[in-house]
């Protein structure tokens, strides 16, 4: 059968035409394969000549560039001197220069060579060196030289509406240059030869030009092009033989194909049972109406169960019949390209739906040699219900991981970074790319190694999660740092996480707490303290001031006396420090002269210093005025010559006090002060003493830290000094090193002296007195004695009274018989305001002074508000008390 097969004339049409197909289709690949030589020859021989010219501008742009340099520096040093040759003669265009030419003290001529003239003998030298030719023009040339001709003119006026350069391949005596030209632009130095003419800076002077020969480049160009050429006659001879011989096998082949086809005829019945039992849909189909629509022929059982559909719905029906969603969906127009190209196509999971149904499908279209296509298709519903899943889960936990504001890494067991959130790339400002490969130790603190206490690396021994508080001082920050391990589905370590909260801000503000803890702590125990030691304070005043009084006036002991006044005085400003140190109350500025305080603080030192230890003061006692509180400055006198007596020990030793006004620059100013520049009086106090460590010297103005013995120092005392200076806008410098000894400036802000100073000593006016009948309150026996023989001394009549009860059944018995009230603010059973209050209800008009040793309880809007007429702060010295007493009733009377 086979044999009749062959010897048909079927068979022989059929090898005969296939031959012919075959001739035609090698006979368009030769025509094919001759244009494809031809154009890539002719691309790459443009090519070639457009890389030549690219080469020739570069080197007359790179020329103009040098150009441009030292005619810039010629520029900006006004030209250069050069001596008078028959080359460079004086440039007649400079004569407007009043010193164009000059003569050395060696008696050589010299002329000023500006960048233009400059320029054209480097423009010859170049031209006579390298045959590069250069020209300074403009449209107003002065020099009839550098008159422009077309080209340049063309190029000038092209620059006056905005082009950067201007080039062009020409032919000048039979031979090709690169024509470039440059614009030049006034500048500064420019006018001195220019600003004559009417320019400014930024104007357009005119153009700087350059003709690079191109000759030479064209030939080895040429050349390039000869080898190339050879070359690919040589591929296209091989890709004739190729054909040729593709032609002779093919035609072989030929026969032995349509011998096969018979064979296949066989294998095809096989196919079909495939066909029929694979689970993709498999649908045939005949292009109708020139591949505007296909009919479908065939479709396989799966295809059938993918579609829900029986075969008499379907076959031989347009597809868009059949299948209505198929044109939406875009299958329809990939059944027509495959027709059309017969190149197959996948097309991707798309949506299949129609108002019958509708599902996700995956399609592979390809052509038949028949001309029929061929469409596999599968049903991809739930898997791609599986991948938008996954996906959503992804996208969610991804946005998760870059929500999280703390630094989160994946790293590997080298401690490289795989993975980084947002957070990690904002913290350290760098592209994934470049983060992602780094190890966390180069990104935290640049190092080679890890850094010490690194939790990943026991995560990695362990298998167990670790946390550590790390401080990183190349970035000058702290993290709290958690790694958990990432384990495979072998449970090995496969990654870990690594998580990095920056807590440096944390840390501060746990200081900071921290911080006012202890003060905290310190005005607690201040305002305990402070209305107890006032009362005290009060007692010895008022005993010394009373002894005082009793003495004859030539007594040598009004001396010692008077000490133990001035003591008090400093005493009771003490606490007020302590207070004000604490919060509790606010420090009266007013202008001072320091040296009168400076002074006085040393004459105390002195006698407290031992014999071992020098004093040396340098004392400016003009220009050094400042907006300060007296005993504030007292006391940063004497704390820091305390301070450096403690620093000397038992040693001999040296102190030196500077005062003396200085001019603050801003660089000399703390970037933490919040001082102005401007003139200043710098106090400084310097020892011979052991110094400090530069650990030492960042925390001398911490509350509580001191490098004293147990016993010998609180470590407040610079803190103290540290919270008065500020008040005064003033900033502290400490120089110290260990041996060295000890240096620390104070200064202040100067003012003008527009008003006397404060002075201290006593007033010589006499002190007010009065006759009115006063009740005075205080449950210390002692400080109402004394304040009765004081009010006495002044002529008062005095009622005193320890008990805040008693003293208001003395006053309802008769409220008209006292003109003033004087009384203690902190009693037991009343206090100083309930029994004022108690006061005013009897007697509305009865002036009231109310003491206290101890303020921050009471605010003046309260006190005022209650009636009382006065309040003040324990201990009140003779005159105080004399003067405010005559006030209060001198102003109750006037109401």
């Keep these: 059968m086979l044999q009749k097969y062959f010897e048909g004339d079927a068979v022989v049409n059929t090898i005969n035409g296939s031959h012919k197909q075959l001739r035609i289709w090698c006979s368009c690949a030769l025509l094919f394969w001759c244009a494809l030589i031809a154009g890539f020859l002719y691309l790459f021989e443009k090519n070639e000549y457009n890389s030549a010219v690219v080469v020739g501008e570069e080197i007359a742009r790179s020329n103009l560039k040098k150009d441009y340099t030292y005619r810039r520096w010629s520029a900006s040093h006004g030209g250069v001197y050069v001596p008078v040759t028959d080359t460079t003669p004086p440039n007649p265009y400079l004569s407007h220069i009043p010193h164009r030419d000059v003569v050395t003290t060696q008696g050589e001529k010299l002329t000023l060579m500006n960048p233009a003239y400059m320029t054209r003998q480097v423009h010859e030298l170049e031209r006579e060196l390298y045959g590069i030719r250069g020209h300074i023009t403009s449209l107003n040339a002065i020099r009839p030289a550098n008159k422009p001709d077309q080209w340049e003119s063309n190029a000038l006026q092209q620059f006056e509406q905005g082009a950067a350069e201007v080039s062009e391949l020409v032919d000048i005596d ?115 109406n020139d591949g505007e629509n296909f009919i479908i022929k065939s479709i396989n059982p799966a295809g059938l169960k993918i579609s829900k559909l029986k075969a008499e719905d379907v076959v031989g029906k347009a597809v868009t019949e059949a299948f209505p969603g198929i044109i939406e969906m875009g299958l329809i127009a990939v059944f027509q390209r495959v027709w059309k190209t017969g190149v197959p196509e996948h097309f991707p999971a798309t949506v299949y739906s129609e108002k019958r149904i509708s599902y996700w499908v995956e399609n592979y279209v390809y052509k038949l040699p028949n001309g029929e296509i061929v469409a596999v298709y599968n049903d991809i519903t739930q898997r791609k219900q599986a991948e938008d899943f996954i996906l959503q889960k992804t996208e969610e936990w991804e946005k998760t991981f870059n929500a999280i504001p703390d630094i989160i890494i994946l ?32 990104l935290f603190r640049g190092g080679t190694e890890p850094c010490p206490g690194c939790p990943g690396i026991a995560t990695f021994d362990d298998h167990q999660k670790h946390s550590n508080v790390i401080l990183h001082k190349s970035l000058d920050k702290v993290f709290h740092v958690c790694s958990a391990p990432v384990f495979d589905r072998n449970n090995e370590i496969q990654h870990f996480v690594y998580i990095a909260q920056d807590i440096t ?37 008022g005993y010394a001031e009373l002894a005082k009084t009793d003495l004859p006036i030539n007594s040598p002991a009004i001396k010692d006396i008077d000490q133990v006044l001035i003591a008090g005085e400093r005493a009771t400003e003490l606490v007020k420090q302590i207070l004000t140190f604490s919060r509790k109350t606010t420090r009266h500025k007013q202008p001072l002269k320091l040296h009168l305080i400076v002074k006085e603080a040393l004459k105390l030192i002195r006698a407290s210093l031992p014999t071992t230890i020098n004093i040396q003061s340098n004392i400016d006692q003009e220009h050094c005025l400042v907006l300060a509180d007296p005993t504030s400055i007292h006391q940063i006198v004497v704390n820091l010559c305390t301070n450096a007596l403690h620093a000397i020990g038992d040693n001999k030793g040296k102190l030196e006090v500077t005062l003396a006004p200085v001019f603050v620059e801003k660089q000399q100013i703390p970037t933490t002060a919040k001082s102005q520049t401007g003139p200043f009086v ?74 006397p100073s404060i002075m201290y000593g006593e007033d010589s006016d006499p002190l007010p ?22 009010l006495s001394s002044l002529g008062y009549q005095v009622t005193v009274e320890t008990k805040s009860m008693e003293a208001l059944q003395k006053f309802k018995a008769d409220p008209e018989a006292f003109d003033l009230v004087i009384t203690d603010q902190t009693m037991p059973d009343l206090t100083g305001t309930e029994l004022a209050k108690s006061m005013l209800k009897l007697n509305p008009n009865i ?41 209060v009733l001198d102003e109750n009377v006037k109401e």
């Design 174 to 288: 039979n031979l090709p240059y690169i024509r470039l030209m440059v614009p030049m632009h006034i500048q500064d130095p420019c006018l001195k030869c220019h600003a004559a003419q009417g320019y400014s800076t930024g104007d357009l002077r005119g153009g700087i030009s350059a003709l690079v020969p191109m000759a030479d480049l064209l030939k080895d160009t040429h050349q390039h092009l000869l080898l190339y050429r050879l070359s690919h006659l040589l591929i296209f001879l091989i890709g004739l033989t190729g054909l040729f011989l593709f032609y002779r096998q093919n035609s072989r082949q030929l026969t032995s194909r349509i011998n096969s086809e018979n064979k296949l005829q066989i294998q095809g019945d096989h196919l079909q049972g495939i066909v029929d039992n694979i689970s993709s849909g498999i649908a045939v189909y005949d292009a109708d």
């Design 769 to 790: 007195m009065g006759q009115e009948n006063i009740l005075f309150v205080d449950d210390e026996a002692a400080i109402t004695e004394i304040n009765k023989s004081v």
């Design 505 to 541: 801000e944390k840390k501060r503000l746990e200081e900071e707490l921290f911080q006012s803890h202890k003060m905290e702590a310190i005005g607690t125990l201040a305002g305990g303290i402070a209305h107890d030691f006032n009362n005290i304070l009060a007692a010895i005043l």
């Design 682 to 755: 710098l106090l400084s106090v310097k020892d011979s003493g052991d110094g400090m460590d530069a650990n030492t010297v960042a925390r001398i103005f911490e509350p509580y830290f001191t490098t004293k013995k147990k016993g010998e120092g609180t470590g407040l005392g610079l803190a103290l000094i540290h919270g008065i200076v500020e008040e005064c806008n003033g900033f502290i410098k400490v120089e110290s090193s260990p041996g060295e000894g000890t240096l620390i400036g104070i200064y202040l802000p100067a003012i003008e002296d527009t008003s």
């Design 847 to 887: 002036p009231i002074i109310l003491c206290t040793g101890y303020t921050a309880s009471l605010s003046e809007d309260i006190v005022y508000g209650i009636g009382i007429k006065s309040l003040k702060t324990k201990p009140l010295s003779k005159r105080k008390l004399a003067e405010i007493v005559r006030r």
């Design 411 to 442: 790293q590997n067991r080298d401690m490289v970074v795989t993975q980084a959130n947002q957070a990690a790339l904002d913290f350290f400002q760098m592209e994934p790319e470049k983060l992602l490969g780094s190890t966390c130790y180069q």
